[in-house]
T-cell receptor, first 112, second 115 residues
Framework: AQRVTQPEKLLSVFKGAPVELKCNYS??????LFWYVQYSRQRLQLLLR??SRESIKGFTADLNKGETSFHLKKPFAQEEDSAMYYC??????????????FGKGTLLTVNP | NAGVMQNPRHLVRRRGQEARLRCSPM?????VYWYRQLPEEGLKFMVY????????ESGMPKERFSAEFPKEGPSILRIQQVVRGDSAAYFC?????????????FGQGTRLTVV
């Protein structure tokens, strides 16, 4: 069975500092990895997915199959980045894209 | 488009009662997914439905839980004879299709508390 681990429950940085939210996964096949974000009092929304290899709001994430990691990074954090971040995995069989397994989430706080 | 609408936002039930959670997908979306988030845990997939059909219920508990998505009206997640362990946030998501480029949009969730 697949598993997603986000080792940090809380992460606090200062505005302008680099930020890295860690995500490790375990899955025997070739999964698809996602990052979701939930801003205060808002819905969970897709931030980025590894297959698109794009940068959203300055965030990037690289899938490292050797280390089974998909860490989320941003070089200069902004106060509006404060939110709960969830890493998620889809087994990828048939490109279903719905049977996601989520990590427990990391609450990022960016201080002024 | 108002987005995925879930109601109620908060639901309190006594042990043994029934809980009904409703989800109205986004306009044009015929695929609905339910997830459960237990306290201090990540979201876990429960069931995937299309109109009038259950496609994948591999994440649903075997007893007391059922889901439907009728031709007309919202999708319903029904929990019979609730127990304290059912207390969780239940999220619904919808998409226009499935596939590698499809994004599922989430509702704000229903927080069920069993007392």
């Amino acid at each position: 069975a697949q598993r997603v681990t986000q080792p940090e429950k809380l992460l606090s940085v200062f505005k302008g500092a680099p930020v890295e939210l860690k995500c490790n996964y375990s899955y025997s096949g070739s999964p698809e990895l996602f990052w979701y974000v939930q801003y205060s009092r808002q819905r969970l929304q897709l931030l980025l997915r590894h297959i698109s290899r794009e940068s959203i709001k300055g965030f990037t994430a690289d899938l490292n199959k050797g280390e089974t990691s998909f860490h989320l990074k941003k070089p200069f954090a902004q106060e509006e980045d404060s939110a709960m971040y969830y890493c998620a995995l889809d087994p990828g069989s048939g490109g279903s894209n719905y049977k996601l397994t989520f990590g427990k989430g990391t609450l990022l706080t960016v201080n002024p | 488009n108002a987005g995925v609408m879930q109601n109620p936002r908060h639901l309190v039930r006594r042990r043994g009662q029934e809980a009904r959670l409703r989800c109205s997908p986004m306009k044009g979306h015929s695929h609905v997914y339910w997830y459960r988030q237990l306290p201090e845990e990540g979201l876990k997939f429960m069931v995937y439905l299309q109109k009038e059909n259950i496609i994948d219920e591999s994440g649903m508990p075997k007893e007391r839980f059922s889901a439907e998505f009728p031709k007309e009206g919202p999708s319903i997640l029904r929990i019979q004879q609730v127990v304290r362990g059912d207390s969780a946030a239940y999220f619904c998501a919808s998409s226009p299709s499935t596939g590698i480029d499809t994004e599922a949009f989430f509702g704000q969730g229903t927080r069920l508390t069993v007392v």
